[in-house]
């Protein structure tokens, strides 16, 4: 696996599409990450799983 790996998804506020890179050198994450469209704060939750594959989580920063 590369250690760094676009994600494609979608802003929880605004909807639109954005693309994250992904350090895949720590199995798991969590950080946060302004929209490149709203400029509102993303939660982002990163585990990689078993077969190397990335999960990846978007969330506002008021989800519960």
Same mark, same amino acid.
């Given at each position: 696996?590369?250690?760094?790996?676009? @994600?494609?998804?979608?802003?929880? @506020?605004?909807?639109?599409?954005?693309? %994250? %890179?992904?350090?895949?050198? $720590?199995?798991?994450?969590? @950080?946060?990450?302004?929209?490149?469209?709203?400029?509102?704060?993303?939660?982002? $939750?990163?585990?990689?799983?078993?077969?190397?594959?990335?999960?990846?989580?978007?969330?506002?920063?008021?989800?519960?």
């Amino acid at each position: 696996m590369n250690d760094w790996e676009e @994600y494609d998804g979608f802003c929880p @506020y605004c909807g639109e599409p954005i693309t %994250l %890179l992904i350090d895949c050198s $720590e199995a798991e994450q969590r @950080y946060v990450e302004d929209c490149e469209v709203c400029c509102r704060p993303i939660e982002i $939750e990163v585990a990689i799983q078993q077969d190397g594959s990335l999960q990846v989580i978007l969330k506002d920063e008021n989800a519960t």
